[in-house]
């Protein structure tokens, strides 16, 4: 969908490098989320953000970062990316007003060597 | 415990056959309940949900889902498969109005058979 961008798509990276996924959204939702997916496992929340100054740790945090800059922006970080943060990532928007359904950006694909 | 748990993590069924995915939920509220697919190499896409209102919902492409609270299922149906059908599915439990009781099952792949 393309209301949800997410760069880079693909990304190769050492252990230890800073890395940073972007999710931008011309959605004009306030709600915004980061998710990883692992073969098996489906997906699973890493933070969540309901406005701009509202961030919330998910249920896998560690290792992880995220800063919202604007409304339709909303970034990831892995501070000293390790080999088991290797994964498919997702950003999804939701308006609070309208329902909890959630929209997806295409996945940015991370693999950490 | 709240969880969710999709019963087979690949399905597969001819052209033109039912299809069935089963989703069952654990939970102490009443929930809201999700369907997404997700095909290769593309994002998570809705299918329906279940929000409290009519307990038979119906989706995109044909698809629909019937939630039974007795059962704490959410399974997923089409009565005909077709070739563009062959995808992810996600069942999806959302606790409350809080993103952190957001719960993905592990996923169903639903393979078609010309």
């Known amino acids: 969908d393309a209301d949800v961008t997410q760069t880079p798509r693909n990304r190769i990276t050492k252990t230890g490098k800073r890395i940073m996924l972007e999710c931008s959204q011309t959605?004009?939702?306030?709600?915004m989320y980061w998710y990883r997916q692992d073969p098996g496992l489906g997906l699973r929340l890493i933070y969540y953000?309901?406005?701009?100054?509202?961030?919330n740790k998910g249920e896998i945090s560690d290792g992880y970062s995220v800063s919202r800059q604007a409304q339709a922006k909303f970034s990831l970080s892995l501070e000293s990316a390790i080999p088991n943060q290797t994964a498919l990532y997702f950003c999804?928007?939701?308006?609070?007003?309208?329902?909890?359904?959630?929209?997806f950006g295409p996945g940015t694909r991370l693999t950490v060597l | 415990a709240q969880s969710v748990t999709q019963l087979d993590s690949h399905v597969s069924v001819s052209e033109g056959t039912p299809v069935l995915l089963r989703c069952n939920y654990s939970?102490?509220?009443?929930?809201?309940l999700f369907w997404y697919v997700q095909h290769p190499n593309k994002g998570l896409q809705l299918l329906l949900k279940?929000?409290?209102?009519?307990?038979l919902v119906k989706g995109i492409n044909g698809f629909e889902a019937e939630f039974k609270k007795s059962e704490t299922s959410f399974h997923l149906t089409k009565p005909s498969a077709h070739m563009s059908d062959a995808a992810e599915y996600f069942c999806?439990?959302?606790?409350?109005?809080?993103?952190?009781?957001?719960?993905f099952g592990s996923g169903t792949r639903l393979s078609i058979r010309p």
């Open positions: 999804a928007t939701g308006d609070s007003l309208t329902g909890n359904e959630q929209f």
């Open positions: 959605k004009g939702h306030d709600r």
């Open positions: 953000s309901f406005d701009v100054k509202d961030i």
């Open positions: 939970s102490s509220y009443s929930p809201s």
């Open positions: 279940y929000t409290s209102a009519a307990t």
């Open positions: 999806v439990v959302l606790l409350g109005s809080s993103a952190s009781k957001i719960i």
